[in-house]
């Protein structure tokens, strides 16, 4: 993690336990009307642009057209990535917030030792300098009440127990999770029916996208789950962003 993550208590006097349980028979769209509600423009949003991005995005820019959306930008993203952004930014007319490493890619590589660029030997290191601090960065620089954010419980074990909204002491603000119990099917149905573009990639079989070294995004096989391709026989799950406290980064 970056030093500069500070703990913040949880101010509010939200019931989040009955929100929660009120939430779970509720859709997508009608999480994220109350969000913005009850939130207004304290309310941002994150997206990575991956293989899933259009759809929360989608329901959130008809929901509020102008919310923020913090972008993190670690310098090793694939091209694809960058050029999926830019389609889905024209498409719903975007409002994105770019939040870049401070460091010049090729140069942290040499610094910290990192011989070949398509495999990072340090990813914890990786990620805390180039993902972790610039999120950490937009979330001070932005400070909102709430952040609407595209995980869903399906999607590997480190999420199957998230909650719709849940306080982060980490960044000081609720984290608003919509799609929490859509499976895979739900987000290509409702892709298909408001005609969003794809991340190109996810015809070459990546499900999950991140960075591209291969050491952090992988195609995957049949039979694995979505996020299998991420970080694959490390152990690690998250790259950290997602995390609500500090503890473990
Ligand atoms: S996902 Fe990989 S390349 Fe991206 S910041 Fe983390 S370790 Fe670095």
Same mark, same amino acid.
């Given at each position: 993690?970056? +030093?500069?993550?500070?703990?913040? #208590?949880?101010?509010?006097? @939200?019931?989040?336990?009955?929100?929660?349980?009120?939430?779970?028979?509720?859709?997508?769209?009608?999480?994220?009307?109350?969000?913005?509600?009850?939130?207004?423009?304290?309310?941002?949003?994150?997206?990575?642009?991956?293989?899933? #991005?259009?759809?929360?995005? *989608?329901?959130?820019? %008809?929901?509020?057209?102008?919310?923020?959306?913090?972008?993190?930008?670690?310098?090793?993203?694939?091209? /694809?990535? *960058?050029?999926?952004?830019?389609?889905?930014?024209?498409?719903?007319?975007? +409002?994105? $917030?770019?939040? %870049?490493?401070? *460091?010049?890619? @090729?140069? $942290?590589?040499?610094?910290?030792?990192?011989?070949?660029?398509?495999?990072?030997?340090?990813?914890?290191?990786?990620?805390?300098?180039?993902? +972790? /601090?610039?999120? /950490?960065?937009?979330?001070?620089?932005?400070?909102?009440?709430? $952040? !609407?954010?595209?995980?869903?419980?399906?999607?590997?074990?480190?999420?199957? +127990?998230?909650?719709?909204?849940?306080?982060?002491? %980490?960044?000081?603000?609720?984290?608003?999770?919509?799609? !929490?119990?859509?499976?895979?099917?739900? @987000?290509?149905?409702?892709?298909?029916?408001?005609?969003?573009?794809? *991340?190109?990639?996810?015809?070459?079989?990546?499900?999950?996208?991140?960075?591209?070294?291969?050491?952090?995004?992988?195609?995957?096989? @049949?039979?694995?789950?979505?996020?299998?391709? %991420? $970080?694959?026989?490390?152990?690690?799950? /998250?790259?950290?962003?997602?995390?609500?406290?500090? #503890?473990?980064?």
């Amino acid at each position: 993690m970056s +030093n500069t993550a500070s703990t913040v #208590a949880n101010p509010s006097s @939200i019931d989040l336990d009955t929100l929660n349980g009120l939430f779970e028979s509720q859709t997508p769209l009608k999480v994220i009307e109350w969000a913005v509600a009850e939130f207004g423009d304290e309310l941002v949003m994150t997206s990575s642009f991956g293989d899933q #991005a259009a759809v929360l995005l *989608h329901m959130a820019s %008809r929901a509020k057209p102008d919310i923020k959306v913090i972008f993190v930008d670690t310098g090793y993203l694939f091209p /694809e990535t *960058h050029h999926f952004m830019e389609t889905l930014r024209r498409r719903l007319n975007l +409002n994105i $917030w770019a939040y %870049r490493t401070r *460091h010049e890619p @090729i140069a $942290w590589l040499r610094e910290n030792g990192e011989s070949d660029p398509t495999w990072r030997a340090n990813v914890s290191a990786c990620c805390a300098a180039n993902k +972790n /601090e610039p999120m /950490e960065r937009g979330m001070r620089d932005l400070a909102p009440k709430a $952040w !609407l954010r595209g995980i869903r419980r399906g999607q590997s074990e480190s999420r199957k +127990n998230a909650k719709f909204i849940e306080w982060s002491p %980490r960044y000081g603000c609720y984290a608003v999770s919509p799609l !929490l119990t859509l499976a895979s099917r739900d @987000i290509w149905l409702y892709a298909k029916e408001h005609d969003l573009p794809q *991340h190109p990639l996810v015809e070459k079989g990546y499900l999950s996208i991140g960075c591209n070294p291969t050491s952090c995004t992988q195609p995957v096989q @049949i039979g694995e789950d979505a996020r299998a391709g %991420r $970080w694959k026989g490390t152990g690690k799950l /998250e790259c950290g962003i997602n995390s609500l406290d500090s #503890a473990g980064l």
